[in-house]
């Protein structure tokens, strides 16, 4: 009897990019579909497929599936799905004042299994005057912050910041935040796209973009305000974000990164080569690499830099 043994997980898995119109979006990842503009590109997650190579056309779930050791090392299960999610953001407008719930949250709220939403953004470009929210303003109460939700007074109570290029800021579920006009970034998230929407700018309602203000209510919590770390202080390089869904580090050509699962690289400047278990891979900006745990690390060489992020 034959047995039909799954192909061997190469050590570098270029992803294909799938881009997403938003009504907030701009033109600097891909044309208008439609007629509105693009505003995300998710650029890893179980849905991505694989662009080259001898697993061309398959999917990072398939090969979880086929692979579950070789690709998320011996702590993660891989009945639980792919755990994270990466996109670029190019925001010509604002986004809706929005929070997510954690894990036990969704779980309730949503459904059995089901993950919450931590992230991460890191600022590539920030046009002169571009702002974001990011929690409440301090002394605010919950009660307050509740009657806020619920009768249309969140700016007043939304804590307003300026990014700068290179600037990282970790979002942990149950934080009011919003991205404003100006801004190209990267994003790490869990895999959820669970989303209450608190204000929509008076936005058109539709059935894709209803507010969520009991939801918002339950969830959102009046002492976060997210974590900076500041390019002034990083470079953009070392470890960025550490907290338990992920880990975000920053490298340059010359560095080696360990890993002890899976590692999504993004080339965010410049050109990258990629090197790991005995494979090369020149990569562009705005390329995302798997590379699975079996690597055991990447390597990377060239004139650039790129975001890591590992579960």
């Known amino acids: 009897m034959t047995v039909n043994l799954p192909a061997p997980l190469p050590a570098l898995l270029l992803l294909t990019p799938r881009f997403h119109a938003r009504v907030w979006g701009g033109d600097r990842l891909a044309p208008p579909i439609g007629g509105t503009p693009v505003g995300e590109a998710w650029i890893a ?39 994270l999610l990466i996109k670029l953001l190019d925001c010509r407008d604002w986004l809706s004042v929005q929070v997510h719930p954690n894990d036990a949250q969704a779980q309730v709220m949503v459904g ?63 934080t009011l935040h919003a991205l404003g006009p100006g801004l190209l970034l990267y994003e790490v998230q869990q895999a959820s796209d669970t989303t209450y929407r608190v204000f929509d700018w008076d936005r058109p309602a539709s059935a894709g973009r209803a507010l969520h203000l009991e939801e918002s209510v339950a969830v959102t919590r009046a002492d976060l305000r997210g974590d900076w770390k500041a390019a002034a202080e990083t470079g953009g ?31 965010v400047e410049g050109t990258l080569t990629l090197a790991a278990a005995g494979e090369r891979l020149e990569v562009p900006a705005f390329g995302t690499v798997l590379v699975p745990a079996h690597a055991g690390q990447v390597t990377l060489s060239g004139d650039g830099r790129a975001l890591i992020a590992t579960p």
């Open 112 to 174: 059995p299994g089901e993950r919450g939403k931590t992230e991460a953004w890191h600022f590539l470009n920030v046009e002169p005057g571009a702002e974001l929210l990011a929690g409440v303003t301090p002394g605010t109460t919950p009660d307050a912050l509740a009657d806020a939700i619920r009768h249309g007074g969140i700016l007043d109570v939304s804590e307003r910041a300026a990014p700068e290029v290179g600037d990282t800021l970790f979002i942990p579920a149950g």
């Open 237 to 267: 390089v070392g470890e960025l974000v550490r907290c338990p869904e992920f880990t975000l580090v920053g490298a340059r050509g010359g560095d080696a990164v360990p890993l002890t699962s899976f590692g999504l690289v993004t080339v």
């Open 45 to 83: 997650d179980g849905h991505s497929v694989v662009a080259a190579g001898p697993l061309a056309g398959q999917t990072v779930d398939e090969l979880m599936r086929a692979h579950p050791r070789d690709l998320l090392g011996p702590d993660l299960d891989p009945r639980a799905g792919f755990p």
